[in-house]
């Protein structure tokens, strides 16, 4: 499988659950992101993993905690969400460090998240 | 604070038309801006821009950015309805890590 996966692609959850999104990436790259996408918003950054360290928690509340065991993998654990919440979670991956900044990031399809 | 402004917001043409996308920007630490379309779940990238003046084509998609004037410009000429989609201008920075700040996107229909 190639480019960036994500699973699941669509997620309803009460206030009360804890659930987990699950990103994948096959492209070799050293940063993986989390964004989220809410109608009528511009997509926003929400945390940054550079070789495995969390580099940017973008202000996000505690009831989002993410969890990169290694370069491949990057995880969004949920808990106790607001309907607020309720938005597409997009994770991206890139060349990490400085170059990063001279190269795209390639995205996921999103998990399309509804907290009721 | 970052900012990434794009215009129009919505855009609706006929099939065949020429258009052009704005982006404007308001940064710290810029590195480059980049393209993406998005049409049903993940952006596809489309272009990266570094330097000014340097016109970045592919097929009908041409995009130029101007470092002076802080803004990029996204032309589609002899739109197909398949163009259909929001566009969306992200500036990338650096603090500390690589950051991508997006604007809000436009979106583009196409009409048969």
């Known amino acids: 499988e190639t480019g960036v996966t994500q699973t699941p692609r669509h997620l309803v959850m009460g206030m009360t659950n804890k659930k987990s999104l699950k990103c994948e990436q096959h492209?070799?790259?050293?940063?993986m992101y989390w964004y989220k996408q809410s109608a009528k918003k511009p997509l926003e950054l929400m945390f940054v993993?550079?070789?495995?360290?969390?580099?940017e928690n973008n202000s996000v509340p505690s009831r989002f905690s993410p969890e990169c065991p290694n370069s491949s993998h990057l995880f969004l654990h949920l808990h106790t969400l607001q309907p607020e919440d309720s938005a597409l979670y997009l994770c991206?991956?890139?060349?990490?460090?400085?170059?990063?900044?001279?190269?795209?990031?390639?995205f996921g399809p999103g998990t399309r998240l509804t907290v009721l | 604070e970052d900012k990434v402004v794009q215009s129009p917001l919505s855009l609706v043409v006929h099939e065949g038309d020429t258009v052009t996308l704005n982006c404007s920007y308001e940064?710290?630490?810029?590195?480059?801006l980049l393209w993406y379309k998005q049409e049903k779940k993940a952006p596809t990238f489309l272009f990266m821009l570094?330097?000014?003046?340097i016109e970045k084509k592919s097929g009908r998609l041409s995009s130029i950015l101007d470092k002076k004037e802080l803004f990029s410009i996204l032309n589609i000429t002899a739109t197909q309805t398949g163009d259909s989609a929001v566009y969306l201008c992200?500036?990338?920075?650096?603090?500390?890590?690589?950051?991508?700040?997006f604007g809000q996107g436009t979106r583009l229909t196409i009409n048969p």
């Open positions: 991206a991956s890139s060349q990490g460090g400085l170059a990063g900044a001279y190269n795209e990031q390639f």
């Open positions: 492209l070799g790259h050293n940063a």
């Open positions: 993993y550079n070789f495995k360290e969390q580099t």
């Open positions: 940064v710290t630490n810029f590195r480059s």
């Open positions: 570094t330097s000014s003046g």
């Open positions: 992200a500036v990338s920075i650096i603090q500390g890590a690589q950051k991508l700040v």
